[in-house]
């Protein structure tokens, strides 16, 4: 039986067992850590040398909160340019999107900003995004090998709409508390709507695989 854990927040809606699929989508240059993060979440493991992700990968999870239960259904995409075209199959009808850089490659964070750009402009427009700062453990050893700084990159995000952490795939610091903070975050209308029978969006089902899909263990991260 799957155990899910309880996050404490203001009851909205009674609680009916019934979870509410969302579909959520990664995105962010290579190597920025996005599969470490998401398998992190779903699998509660870590892997210091990963294979990049070719085209995408798919994994679910879920998380109970006291008005309601997420079902996340997670498109892990590759960060190599020569993917980028195909993200669009990816983030559409997409309920959330966590756009993820590395706090010691300065390039990263402007690579984001472009995913965040496009996100806004042609994705749900209630497309909720994260904007998260990824490998915090390296900074944490050594403050010189930091890049971009945490109140840079808040501000940006704070001027974007964006909800924003800074995470380590490594430690798990601060991994739950994104996908928690996105699922408190997806609009009570959507909810509604899913709960009333509005179901699955058309566009996030047939999407085919370069690489072999993942099924989470039944652990919730949140």
């Not at 993200?87 to 390039?107: G, L």
């Not at 089902?205 to 690489?211: A, F, G, H, I, K």
Request: a negative charge; proline letters at 3%; glycine letters at 4%.
């Amino acid at each position: 039986m799957t155990d899910v854990s309880t996050i404490n927040s203001p009851s909205v809606l009674p609680n009916n067992g019934k979870a509410t699929n969302v579909k959520l989508v990664l995105l962010g240059e290579s190597a920025v850590g996005k599969s470490s993060l998401v398998l992190r979440f779903v699998n509660r493991e870590y892997s210091e040398n990963r294979e990049p992700t070719i085209g995408a990968a798919f994994l679910t999870q879920k998380c109970h909160l006291n008005d309601r239960t997420i079902k996340f259904e997670i498109w892990d995409t590759a960060g190599q340019e020569r993917f980028h075209s195909l993200a669009p199959m990816y983030y559409r009808c997409a309920q959330a999107a966590v756009v993820v850089y590395d706090i010691t490659k300065s390039a990263t964070l402007d690579k984001a900003k472009s995913w965040v750009k496009e996100l806004q402009r042609q994705a749900n427009q209630d497309i909720v995004i994260a904007l998260v700062g990824n490998k915090v453990d390296i900074a944490e050893e050594d403050e010189a090998e930091r890049q971009v700084q945490m109140d840079d990159a808040k501000a940006y995000a704070d001027e974007s709409d964006l909800l924003f952490f800074e995470t380590s795939a490594k430690s798990a610091q601060n991994v739950d508390d994104v996908f928690a903070a996105i699922a408190e975050k997806i609009p009570l209308e959507y909810i509604m709507s899913n709960r009333n029978g509005g179901g699955r969006q058309a566009g996030s089902s047939r999407v085919e695989l370069t690489q072999p899909a993942s099924q989470n263990s039944g652990s919730c991260a949140c």
